[in-house]
């Protein structure tokens, strides 16, 4: 995601190489690990009316991105854009 490249270039590319080999190996809450799952899922779910639009996609993996940021763990994915979008953290 560029939010993330243009905060942090280097933490980026480690981060996003994470979720595109599948997240962090034996940490099933690990931000990476969360937002993999959930990308695969919402492949799964293309075409469909359940089908998210744009802008929950990215709220999702700035959810994830912060969560990583501050080191924290999550259980699942918040998306919900309807109150606006997340900043992205550095």
């Known amino acids: 995601m560029y939010g993330?490249?243009?905060k942090n270039e280097r933490e980026a590319r480690k981060f996003w190489v994470e979720v595109a080999r599948g997240g962090e190996e034996f940490a099933e809450n690990a931000p990476s690990t969360?937002?993999?799952a959930w990308l695969k899922a919402m492949v799964e779910k293309r075409g469909s009316k359940n089908?998210?639009?744009?802008?929950?996609?990215?709220q999702g993996c700035i959810f994830a991105w912060n969560a990583h940021r501050e080191g924290k763990t999550i259980q699942t994915i918040r998306?919900?854009?309807?109150k606006g979008?997340?900043?992205?953290?550095?």
């Open 4 to 6: 993330t490249w243009a």
């Open 34 to 36: 969360v937002l993999d």
């Open 51 to 58: 089908e998210l639009k744009p802008g929950n996609l990215y």
């Open 85 to 90: 979008l997340y900043d992205v953290h550095e």
């Open 79 to 82: 998306f919900d854009a309807k």
